[in-house]
């Protein structure tokens, strides 16, 4: 059972161009985080998300946490072919952390 | 400066022939996990350390087995390696486990080849 859906799972674009990936559950969250994974390495923390509602900017992501604490996005704009990776949200409901299912981004030049 | 450090960074080895993959840490924290990852999937947690206490996931074959001889290190034992164990193996350290917001810090992976 995964708890945390990422949509869409693939997504390539052409550099410039903006994209928005979804991160979904049933359950309630206490915090959120986002990671991003580059190939051949560990992910790498992005962000953290706390409050239902909260936006977080980082350069050209943005992250937000959903009202009720149960879904996730991040949007990139104008993405450039160093936003490619894997990107995962993940988050602890209780003691266990759960990761999502992840979506690749490949950015074209 | 490298806070959680993998060795080796490519593992090879031969179906069935047991491997052992090592991961230390600098930031002295209490738990350490192991995920496997394969292509362009998520991470699936392995098993953890919450201090010396040993934390086994349910889907977690037999096959893998670990051991945390002090707070730096944490070795992943696979016994009998099979095709399908193929994969990255990444091991990530957390000061604790349960605040929501503690964070997780990832070594960069060993990547394990079966022949």
């Known amino acids: 059972t995964q708890l945390l859906k990422q949509s869409p799972q693939f997504l390539s674009i052409q550099e410039g161009e903006n994209l928005t990936v979804y991160c979904n559950s049933s359950?309630?969250?206490?915090?959120l985080q986002w990671y991003r994974q580059e190939p051949g390495e560990g992910p790498v923390l992005l962000v953290t998300?706390?409050?239902?509602?909260e936006v977080k900017k980082l350069k050209r992501l943005t992250f937000q946490f959903g009202d009720a604490r149960k879904d996730s996005s991040l949007h990139i704009t104008a993405a450039q072919p160093g936003d490619t990776g894997l990107y995962l949200c993940?988050?602890?409901?209780?003691?266990?952390?759960?990761f999502g299912t992840g979506t690749s981004l490949t950015v074209i030049p | 400066d490298a806070m959680v450090i993998q060795n080796p960074r490519y593992q090879v080895t031969q179906f069935g022939k047991p491997v052992t993959l090592s991961c230390s840490q600098t930031l002295n924290h209490n738990v350490m996990y192991w995920y496997q990852q394969k292509s362009s999937q998520a991470p699936k947690l392995l098993f953890h350390y919450y201090d010396k206490d040993f934390n086994n996931e349910a889907d977690t074959p037999d096959n893998f087995q670990s051991r945390r001889p002090n707070t730096s290190f944490c070795f992943l034992d696979i016994r009998s390696p099979g095709l399908g164990d193929a994969a990255m193996y990444l091991c990530?350290?957390?000061?604790?486990?349960?605040?929501?917001?503690?964070?997780?810090?990832f070594g960069p992976g060993t990547r394990l080849t079966v022949l």
């Open positions: 359950s309630v969250f206490s915090s």
């Open positions: 990530a350290t957390s000061r604790n486990r349960g605040p929501s917001t503690d964070t997780q810090y």
């Open positions: 993940a988050g602890v409901p209780g003691n266990q952390f759960y």
């Open positions: 998300v706390v409050t239902g509602g």
